[in-house]
């Protein structure tokens, strides 16, 4: 069982950046891959970024490509998601997750077991 809390979330302009984090309980975060997905007003959940359990692996949407970095701390149970050159198409509520299968790393929402209650990121232009 892995219980996820996101943090960070806020309102910032166009350009800014943002820095989210996900904190995990459980023993057996280090043993999951994770995942950041995004759900903005009235769009389907969307893939944003995933990272392995030893974070030698990092995959990202597209869209976020360039501007945002995935990372991990395991010692503090602890993902996080750095946003820089924000763009108004970057609102959402932001969710970090973890799959049902702890080592896989999936880009469906589908994929995923276990979610926090997001953070919501709002970019003014």
């Known amino acids: 069982q892995v219980q996820l809390v996101e943090s960070g979330g806020g309102l910032v302009q166009a350009g800014g950046s943002l820095r989210l984090s996900c904190a995990a309980s459980g023993r057996t975060f280090s043993s999951y891959a994770m995942g950041w997905f995004r759900q903005g007003p009235g769009k389907e959940r969307e893939f944003v970024a995933h990272i392995s359990w030893s974070a030698d692996r990092t995959h990202y949407a597209d869209s976020v490509k360039g501007r945002f970095t995935i990372s991990r701390d395991n010692a503090k149970n602890t993902v996080y998601l750095q946003m820089n050159s924000l763009k108004p198409d970057d609102t959402a509520v932001y969710y970090c997750?973890?799959?049902?299968?702890?080592?896989?790393?999936?880009?469906?929402?589908?994929?995923?077991?276990?979610w926090g209650q997001g953070t919501q990121v709002t970019v003014s232009s």
């Open positions: 997750a973890a799959p049902a299968l702890s080592f896989w790393l999936g880009v469906h929402p589908n994929e995923y077991r276990y």
